[in-house]
């Protein structure tokens, strides 16, 4: 069960209501974020517990029952959450009336190339640039990335564009390489449930892409966004990114009823990525135009300059022309929704 804690309850009343619990056995985590102070209480014959809870002081609410999530849902803060990425060309937000463009090649490959793929990113409206030097790649024989080398490209194509800039990470030594050169991090669909890479992103100072894993329900998105936030970071954007399902047509299948679907139940902001979800560069126009009108806070589109000779990736990858097409019939799109894009 949740239970959330009066505000007037001083630091000694709550440690003394932890002990109380934990004292008839009970495991407790105390949780302090958006204005809330909120104790989550699991073990067995909880509902003993409950008849005699209500004569405790300091609760303010209980919410009986297991609860995979309740930081990241909407009865724990009914407005949305407005995630702000910093740029210097202005700070990108997620979660209000715009909706942000990231846009990219799937992996960085060379200085020159990532250098001019993000000038023309920028030019058609992007406001994160995506910088992967760190790729899960499904064979081990595939490329991987440029990994470590690639942190210096980070630091040219910021200085050259301003851009935001988005980088996937694995593990806290990936972080530490990329830190002081990227403003918000990737936790891609493989790593979803990895819980020590979400306890770890939980203790870091940027924001968080969480990607849905590909065979993940929406209550374990929102399980795996709640480490984040019980970890330290509320600054979390969840990413729609295709789910497996029977149909070879597309390589995944993009959920679309999961877009309004998380905005009923959580606050934070919603993006997608049409790219991996179809696998096919002709079907990302469609479903990023479906995105928008279904709700989203945001795209992520993977762009290349050639796509046949891209090191990964090229099947999905569109072109800078398009990506100014999609952008230009987005904006349409958004507007009769009350909404901005780019
Ligand atoms: C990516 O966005 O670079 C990526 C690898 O995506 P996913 O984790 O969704 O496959
Ligand atoms: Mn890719």
Redo the contacts with the bound molecule.
């Keep these: 069960m949740i239970l959330v804690l009066e505000n007037s309850f001083i630091r000694e009343q709550k440690r003394d209501l932890c002990l109380r619990l934990q004292k008839k056995g009970f495991f407790t985590r105390l949780v302090e974020q958006y204005g809330q102070t909120i104790l989550s209480v699991d073990g067995p014959n909880q509902d003993l517990l409950l008849k005699d809870l209500s004569k405790w002081s300091g609760i303010k609410k209980i919410i009986p029952g297991q609860h995979a999530y309740y930081l990241a849902s909407r009865e724990c803060q009914k407005k949305n959450s407005i995630i702000k990425v910093n740029s210097s060309n202005g700070d990108v937000t997620f979660g209000g009336k715009k909706i942000p463009i990231i846009s990219g090649p799937?992996a960085l490959e060379t200085e020159e190339t990532a250098i001019e793929l993000a000038k023309a990113c920028k030019s058609t409206g992007t406001d994160i640039f995506?910088a992967?030097l760190f790729?899960?790649r499904s064979s081990p024989y595939s490329f991987q990335g440029l990994k470590k080398l690639g942190v210096p490209i980070l630091r040219a194509i910021k200085e050259l564009t301003g851009l935001a800039i988005l980088t996937?990470v694995r593990d806290p030594l990936e972080t530490e390489a990329v830190y002081d050169y990227v403003d918000m991090v990737?936790v891609?669909?493989?790593n979803m449930s990895n819980f020590q890479l979400l306890k770890h992103l939980g203790q870091i100072e940027k924001p968080v892409l969480l990607?849905r894993g590909m065979g993940a329900s929406l209550e374990e998105l929102l399980s795996a966004a709640e480490y984040l936030i019980v970890h330290g970071n509320s600054d979390v954007i969840l990413c729609e990114?295709g789910i497996r399902t029977f149909d070879q047509f597309t390589r995944f299948t993009l959920d679309i009823g999961a877009i309004p679907s998380l905005k009923e139940i959580t606050h934070l902001p919603v993006i997608i990525?049409p790219s991996?979800a179809s696998g096919k560069s002709s079907l990302v126009p469609s479903l990023s135009w479906a995105g928008i009108a279904a709700g989203v806070d945001g795209l992520?589109i993977e762009v290349h300059q050639n796509p046949k000779e891209a090191y990964s990736d090229g099947a999905q990858a569109i072109s800078i022309k398009t990506l100014g097409e999609v952008i230009q019939r987005g904006k349409s799109i958004a507007s009769i929704f009350g909404r901005e894009l780019g």
Excluded: F
């Design positions: 799937c995506r992967m790729k899960p996937e990737q891609g669909t493989r990607k990114r990525d991996h992520m």
